[in-house]
């Protein structure tokens, strides 16, 4: 019966032992802190050099723009010459017609042959059947068209030349642009990828180098003195209404045993909340009844004699300061004794100490 007793006294020990991580255990080294920043500074240098190579494109892109932008004006101001020629064209075209039709008119016979056989107006306009018909009727400038029609069709080469040009410059532009920029987003994802992972390394580093310096400081003080006051960043009342509770650490037990943690007494049903951010493990157990252990990262928490989880709680689940866990209640070797909450500090995962100074520190 001794040794039953014995084993039913130690077992919640021996749960907690297995289900506290070592905040140690998990954390990251210094060297591998300092290889995440050497990889977040290359990143970003890499970064910098992307963005560099960008803004050089962009002002390589506006001076195409500024290149385009004569182009267009160019190409207008050509297209409006193109216009004019090809109006004064046609005019000079018509007067040759009538020209042709009134030397007919008058008797050349042979001016229809003439002007059907010539290869170019400016062949028909030098026939001598023409000349003087052209020269009685003031029609002089006829003798242009022929070199009007060649300039023309020298404009609108050099026409679909600038049109060209315009299109291989801007796809040019666009494509350099386009490829930096996918570039870009690429080393700026790698950036962000690399400080993500240097924040969360070093953030793991400093909760372990926290745990290292809670465990040093609990080991000066003993376990009955507990951490000093602030020790655990940010930690709050585990019931956050009100409870009453005194330095009850060391009390003695059934079987031989001594109080290692402190009972706060509250209504049953009262909330019981997570004190830091953690993991939730859900247990139970002839001693604590339904326990819950809160890993964080600078310690674990033990809340036994609960009446019941909170909805919506699972073992494994990550939560935040704050969050209901279960409720007040007298469960396990507890029944029969006023509802109370069983607490319990273990700093670094490792051995209880007296959880009074903190959560005096913190409860109302």
């Not at 046609?90 to 040759?96: E, I, S, V």
């Not at 993500?196 to 003993?222: C, M, Q, W």
Request: with cysteine.
């Amino acid at each position: 019966m001794r040794f039953t007793r014995w084993i039913r006294a130690l077992t919640p020990f021996l749960l907690l032992s297995l289900l506290a991580v070592p905040v140690g255990a998990l954390a990251q080294t210094k060297s591998q802190v300092d290889q995440a920043k050497r990889e977040q500074d290359a990143a970003l240098s890499e970064l910098q050099s992307a963005d560099t190579a960008l803004e050089e494109a962009l002002a390589e892109y506006q001076d195409i723009n500024a290149q385009l932008e004569d182009l267009t004006y160019r190409i207008t101001r050509m297209i409006d010459r193109i216009k004019d020629d090809e109006a004064e064209v046609r005019d000079l075209k018509q007067l040759a017609q009538d020209l042709v039709v009134e030397a007919y008119m008058n008797g050349g016979t042979g001016i229809l042959d003439i002007a059907m056989n010539a290869d170019s107006i400016q062949q028909v306009l030098t026939r001598q059947v023409l000349l003087e018909c052209a020269s009685d009727h003031n029609l002089g400038t006829l003798d242009r068209l022929e070199a009007l029609q060649q300039d023309l069709d020298r404009k609108k080469e050099a026409l679909r030349e600038d049109e060209a040009l315009v299109a291989d410059l801007s796809a040019l532009a666009e494509e350099n642009v386009g490829q930096l920029d996918e570039a870009r987003a690429t080393k700026a994802q790698v950036y962000a990828d690399a400080k993500t992972n240097y924040s969360e390394t070093y953030a793991e580093y400093e909760a372990a180098e926290r745990a290292r310096k809670i465990a040093e400081a609990a080991k000066k003080r003993g376990a009955a003195g507990g951490l000093p006051e602030g020790a655990i960043p940010g930690f709050i009342c585990p019931i956050p209404s009100g409870a009453s509770f005194i330095n009850d650490w060391g009390f003695p037990r059934s079987g031989g045993r001594t109080h290692k943690g402190n009972d706060l007494f509250a209504p049953r049903g009262t909330p019981v909340v997570a004190v830091t951010d953690g993991t939730v493990r859900l247990r139970s157990n002839s001693l604590g009844g339904i326990v819950a252990y809160l890993v964080g990262a600078e310690a674990t928490y033990y809340y036994a004699h609960l009446d019941g989880y909170a909805p919506g709680i699972s073992t494994g689940q990550r939560v935040t300061k704050g969050t209901v866990i279960g409720y007040v209640g007298n469960t396990g070797n507890a029944i029969g004794t006023s509802p109370h909450l069983h607490f319990q500090l273990h700093p670094g995962g490792g051995s209880p100490v007296n959880p009074y100074p903190t959560l005096r520190a913190a409860c109302p």
